[in-house]
Nanobody, 122 residues
Framework: QVQLVESGGGLVQAGGSLRLSCAASGRFSRYNMGWFRQAPGKEREFVAHITWGGDSTYYADSVKGRFTISRDNAKNTVYLQMNSLKPEDTAVYYC????????????????WGQGTQVTVSS
């Protein structure tokens, strides 16, 4: 059983920054981890991914160059540094563990946090 708890969301003006944290607990394996987001009326979408060792990262095109994912395995924590935020980044952000490709090619995950709201005002 793995529990993921996100924090760090909030309200920020366009162009601003936020840093999300995801604390993992439970019987944690060598999972890759990442972040997804879901805006109102939209499907949940992949944002960023990081390998267990932190040696490789991957980003959705929409956030590439603006967001940075990192992790500290000693703290069982993964981070998402979000810079140059845009109103379209407004969403509930979900931490995820053991991300994989689903049957139709969409990225899924075995474990999810409850989400943290990020609101970017224009």
């Amino acid at each position: 059983q793995v529990q993921l708890v996100e924090s760090g969301g909030g309200l920020v003006q366009a162009g601003g920054s936020l840093r999300l944290s995801c604390a993992a607990s439970g019987r944690f394996s060598r999972y890759n981890m990442g972040w997804f987001r879901q805006a109102p009326g939209k499907e949940r979408e992949f944002v960023a991914h990081i390998t267990w060792g932190g040696d490789s990262t991957y980003y959705a095109d929409s956030v590439k160059g603006r967001f940075t994912i990192s992790r500290d395995n000693a703290k069982n924590t993964v981070y998402l540094q979000m810079n140059s935020l845009k109103p379209e980044d407004t969403a509930v952000y979900y931490c995820a563990a053991n991300i994989f490709k689903g049957s139709i090619g969409l990225l899924r995950a075995d474990y999810w946090g409850q989400g943290t709201q990020v609101t970017v005002s224009s």
